[in-house]
């Protein structure tokens, strides 16, 4: 079997990855910030569930993923098993708990009386959450990237949805252990490395951020 280009292994990674935090991001803001500032009823059960999730291993998502996209699952209709949509399902599966944790806690590290000033000031419910996600944009960024780093990071979700199909599903991390198996170490250092780079990129660009934030609250 011909290995797959490293470029398409990449490009597909990011695809599945960038494409799950996107999704991940959208739904856990908005699930973090009603967990943080609305009293609801169920409140606690909702943030233990929040707090479980982000504690289950990955494999654990992947293998629920895999048996309700299973040919005879409950959505085995769809055709997503060994899919890329699958594995972006997945993906979403395993980031989305990571960031509804990080937006709940950043917002509810705010100061308290922040929202009753902006309500004294006018601000309607759709300005007031707009303000607070503003104060709290450097945790609501780190949030969306630790969800990027978990989710390009796993294995075992990428493996049980996606199969780890040559020039369809195979993803860096599944290549990995492939090639490994296979006594490939040095295809396997090239992922890794590729994996490590990236790393740097986020925590670099993350930190650059930060930066630049306490450099505004300074002036």
Known sequence: MNPEPVHEVLAR??????????????????????????????????TAVVNTGMAVPTVVVGLVVALLLWRSGPLGDLGLIYTVRGMIIAQVAIATPLITGITMAALQLLPPE?????????????????????????????????GFGHAISEVGSATLVGGN??????????????????????????YGAILL??????NGLLVSIQQRGASWARS
């Not at 929202?115 to 945790?139: K, M, T």
């Open 114 to 146: 922040l929202p009753e000033q902006l309500r004294s000031l006018g601000a309607n419910r759709l300005q007031l959450v707009a303000r607070l996600w503003i104060e709290a944009r450097l945790p609501l960024l780190a949030a969306a990237m630790a």
């Open 13 to 46: 990674s990011a695809t599945v990855s960038l494409s799950a935090t996107v999704i991940a991001s959208l739904i856990g803001i908005a699930l973090g910030t009603l967990l943080a500032l609305a009293k609801l009823p169920g409140r606690r059960l909702l």
């Open 197 to 202: 780079v990236l790393a740097f990129v986020v």
């Open 165 to 190: 199909i040559h020039g369809q599903t195979q993803v860096m991390t599944t290549a990995i252990v492939e090639n490994v198996s296979r006594g490939e170490f040095g295809v396997a250092v090239v």
